[in-house]
């Protein structure tokens, strides 16, 4: 064999993490501990995310590994609702028995999210919690309604998925589970063949209830709420979207071309 | 910073390693243990090109830490040959001309050993889908989605088989 020295030759992968502590926390309360004692504490959970956290050099002083809190794996139906373990994955999650019974289009629009690697060790709590506008799973949770439920030293925290994007959270805080009303019998129905430049998720329900969330790269998605019974063919009004890379006039042709693609798929028109 | 003590199986051979928290993967394989065959492009997760087996699932070795591996089973592309045999991916890859600069290939073999894995016969969408998780920016891709099929069809032929003589 060959013996050459292969350093300098190929790229090293980031080696200036600063050194860190490890916790493999084993429940809840364990993390939430560990939360509260550290200065620049990191929550590990699938890890497809953190290194561009990393990489923009945002380094934490402790990695808190939740992967061993079995609780937060666990997908299942609690009286009129889907709830979905922080921890679980997009591949295990999009692929539950439960979820085209209880939300028809769930399922298609989260097997869309990422690549096969990536979804076998993303996490949708992971997902959420990195706050980028343009990760997929904070807007199919918000047109779906969604409530997030946070462990916190205080007790638990309940927000809507839709309130995540700008909201303040405890520092000491673990999302626990993602909990969607299904009483109503919702449907969803996901446009991402732009993304990320423009993705749209549409959901309506048995009452006549419905929700667009439009959403641009770098801005907050919208949420547009209507009622059927009220607005028998609702048509979305205009965004000032203020994305700063692609033109309002345009994101608001594609928004009403997906809306009406979307009209049609749930049969609504 | 105490370094942590972590048991594990490397291509089929148990072994305990120290390792420090801030440790990733990648360098744990290629500059401590000299298993150079995952290559680091991106450091993002996103070309695929540092994949590894852990528990037969695809992992970017750039973005995992060391640590992570304690009580796991880790498939590198050097575990893959056995006694000199090459495994019929590897053969494959070569019979199809499936490389040109060879760069994303040990990643490209084990994607498609997971997918092999969970799925025995899939179709041409889910070679696709699964090869999707890494980048080439040789071959276009046609070579390597031949490969896969030359292996599925002569699977679905003689059953699995680990490795050609
Ligand atoms: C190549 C590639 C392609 C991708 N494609 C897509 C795509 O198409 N669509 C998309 O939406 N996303 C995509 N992603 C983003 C992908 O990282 C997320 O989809 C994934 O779900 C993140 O989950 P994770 O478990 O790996 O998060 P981690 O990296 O473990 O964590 C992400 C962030 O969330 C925090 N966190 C994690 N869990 C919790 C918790 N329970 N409570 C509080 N904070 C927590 C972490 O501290 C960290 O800040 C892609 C990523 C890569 C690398
Ligand atoms: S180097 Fe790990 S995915 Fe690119
Ligand atoms: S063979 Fe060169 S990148 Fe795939």
Redesign the pocket.
């Known amino acids: 064999m060959l013996a050459i020295d292969s350093a300098g030759l190929v790229a090293t992968s980031f080696r200036t993490l600063p050194p860190l502590d490890v916790v493999r926390a084993e429940s809840v309360g364990e993390a939430l501990q560990e939360l509260r004692r550290a200065k620049r504490?990191?929550?590990?959970?699938?890890?497809?995310?953190?290194?561009?956290?990393f990489n923009v050099g945002d380094y934490?002083d402790i990695i808190?590994d939740?992967a061993k809190i079995k609780q937060?794996h666990a997908v299942f139906i609690d009286k009129s609702e889907l709830v979905i373990g922080?921890?679980v994955?997009?591949q295990s999650g999009s692929t539950h028995a439960l979820l085209p019974a209880v939300i028809p289009g769930f399922q298609e629009a989260w097997k869309?999210?990422?690549?096969m690697?990536?979804?076998m060790?993303?996490?949708?709590?992971?997902?959420?919690?990195?706050?980028?506008t343009?990760?997929?799973?904070a807007?199919l949770l918000a047109a779906l309604n969604a409530q997030l439920e946070?462990a916190t030293l205080s007790g638990p925290l309940f927000m809507a998925a839709g309130d995540l994007w700008d909201a303040e959270?405890p520092v000491a805080?673990?999302?626990?589970s993602i909990r969607i009303p299904i009483a109503t019998k919702p449907r969803l129905d996901y446009e991402?063949s732009l993304?990320?430049i423009f993705t749209q998720a549409f959901y309506v329900d048995d009452t006549g209830a419905g929700r667009l969330v439009s959403a641009t790269e770098f801005v907050r998605p919208h949420i547009w709420a209507f009622d059927r019974n009220s607005q028998s063919n609702p048509s979305p009004e205009e965004i000032d979207f203020q994305d700063p890379v692609t033109g309002t006039a345009y994101l608001n042709q594609v928004r009403a071309v997906f809306f009406m693609r979307q009209m049609t798929r749930l049969g609504l028109s | 910073m105490i370094p942590m003590e972590i048991d594990f199986i490397l291509n089929g051979r148990a072994v305990t390693g120290k390792v420090s928290g801030n440790l990733l993967l990648a360098d744990y394989l290629r500059e401590h243990l000299d298993l150079k065959g995952a290559k680091i492009g991106c450091s993002?997760?996103?070309?695929?090109s540092c994949t590894v087996l852990v528990n037969n699932i695809p992992i970017?070795a750039c973005?995992y830490f060391a640590f992570q591996l304690d009580g796991k089973s880790v498939l590198t592309i050097e575990g893959l040959e056995r006694d000199t045999t090459l495994h019929d991916l590897q053969q494959a890859f070569i019979e199809h001309a499936a490389f040109q600069c060879g760069y994303c290939t040990s990643g490209m073999i084990l994607v498609l050993k997971a997918m092999l894995d969970h799925e025995p016969n899939p179709s041409r969408d889910t070679v696709v889908e699964w090869i999707s998780?890494n980048i080439c920016r040789c071959t276009g891709y046609a070579q390597i989605i031949a490969a896969a099929e030359a292996i599925i069809a002569m699977r679905a032929n003689t059953g699995p088989t680990e490795a050609v003589s």
């Open positions: 504490p990191a929550i590990l959970a699938g890890g497809t995310d953190l290194p561009a956290r934490p808190i939740i937060l922080a921890a994955t997009h869309k999210i990422a690549n690697r990536i979804r060790s993303g996490t949708l709590g992971g997902n959420i919690m990195s706050r980028r343009r990760y997929e799973g807007i946070f959270l805080s673990l999302l626990q991402r993304r990320p | 993002r997760g996103a070309c695929g970017a973005s998780s």
